[in-house]
């Protein structure tokens, strides 16, 4: 009865109508803060031309709690476990209220070019809602924002390959 | 854009076309309880369009909804008061940049407990203050209150209705009670405060209304008021 919050309903209605680049998210026909997501695996990464199947559920506390949010394709990442479990501070002490879904699924996103980065969400929170705001207003794109991402990926790609090798 | 823009105004102008249809279905069938649920549920969607035009230096980052009682830390940041307390009760640290809240920003806020001015409201919901008197409930808490004591008073004949509901407010659940007339937070169940519903809309100052949701109405006005 008591319906779901506005923020959701928002959140949900952009996810539909003006989705982040690489990234589905479908909220459940059955419940509305489940979501079915798929994302692309980011280009000039292991995981490119992969798509990889993820679960994310929004609990009563949301906002104020973070999204929970599992793999369910399985994938070799220093940072996702057997169990499809993320490793990544935003979805734990890092959260941030002000961050969002597709926030969350962009950090994740980053998260595949390049494990263990000092997730830069946990660290500018403000400019990525200030960005996530005025894009959508100017040109509905996440361009900048993903251009950002690209760039982080890039400088930890090195990084990564040795990471990646050690783990599998 | 131009196209999510127009589809943007589409929505707007569907929503006046379905209030227009809405108020004829109303008068021709005022009898049929299923229809007022209905009304409400639509009522609170108009509002949800209308706020949708919010200029971003008034929005608050944590509910994306116009900030209510806003709140602005030593650091700069604004939040509505409810939004920021339950990050308070949480992480004590800022939404936006991390900086520390100060106790005393959350324990003692500016005097901004003011109610809203709103088009058509007719009742007034109010949880007991610790000290002595009432505090009027925040605008989104009161109006989602509103809409389950009329359903409830709809589904009543069915009698499956304890009375009872969730809400949230600043990320708690709080469980109201409307047999009894109290609400609680779920943790803490001994700890119950009595509610009242009044209807219309008492003067500010008046019967011991302190101020809106904790936060108390400006000295200066409240001795206007006296
Ligand atoms: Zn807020
Ligand atoms: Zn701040």
Not at chain 1, 53 to 71: G, H, I, Q, S
Not at chain 2, 28 to 43: A, F, I, N, P, T
């Amino acid at each position: 009865m008591a319906g779901l919050p506005k923020r959701i309903l928002k959140e949900t209605q952009r996810l539909l109508t003006d989705p982040v680049q690489g990234i589905n998210a479908t909220p459940d026909e059955q419940n509305a803060r489940y979501f079915h997501v798929v994302v692309a695996g980011p280009k000039d990464s292991p995981f490119e031309g992969g798509t990889f199947k993820l679960e994310l559920f929004l609990p009563e506390e949301y906002p104020m709690a973070p999204p929970k949010v599992r793999f369910m394709t399985k994938i070799y990442h220093p940072n996702i476990d057997k169990l499809g479990r993320i490793c990544l501070d935003i979805l734990k002490d890092k959260w941030s209220p002000a961050l969002q879904i597709r926030t969350v699924l962009l950090s994740i996103q980053a998260l595949l070019s390049a494990p263990n980065p000092d997730d830069p969400l946990a660290n500018d929170v403000a400019d990525a809602w200030k960005t996530n705001e005025h894009l959508a207003i100017q040109t509905g794109e996440e361009s900048f924002l993903y251009m950002y991402f690209i760039f982080t990926s890039l400088l930890y790609f090195t990084r990564f390959c040795l990471l990646f090798n050690n783990f599998s | 854009m131009a196209d999510s823009e127009n589809s943007k105004k589409g929505q707007y102008g569907d929503s006046k076309s379905l209030e227009e249809k809405e108020k004829k279905r109303k008068s021709e069938s005022l009898d049929k309880e299923g229809d007022r649920v209905v009304q409400v549920e639509k009522d609170l969607s108009k509002l949800k369009i209308k706020e949708d035009i919010v200029p971003f230096d008034m929005k608050c980052p944590i509910c994306q909804d116009k900030s209510r009682h806003p709140l602005t830390l030593p650091c700069g940041h604004t939040f509505c008061y409810l939004c920021i307390k339950g990050v308070y009760a949480r992480q004590k640290v800022c939404a936006l940049c991390r900086q520390a809240i100060p106790q005393h920003c959350i324990v003692s806020p500016p005097g901004t407990g003011e109610r809203e001015e709103e088009e058509g409201r007719k009742t007034c919901w109010y949880y007991e203050a610790k000290s002595g008197g009432w505090w009027e409930y925040e605008e989104r808490v009161r109006q989602e209150l509103e809409i389950h004591y009329q359903s409830l008073q709809i589904n009543n004949e069915d009698n499956q209705d304890d009375g009872q509901f969730v809400i949230y407010v600043s990320g708690f659940p709080y469980v109201v009670d409307f047999a009894k007339m109290i609400q609680y937070r779920q943790d803490k169940p001994n700890r119950s405060r009595r509610i009242k519903r009044e209807k219309g809309v008492a003067e500010e100052g008046e019967e011991l209304v302190r101020g809106v949701a904790g936060i108390p109405i400006a000295p200066s006005i409240r001795q206007d008021d006296n």
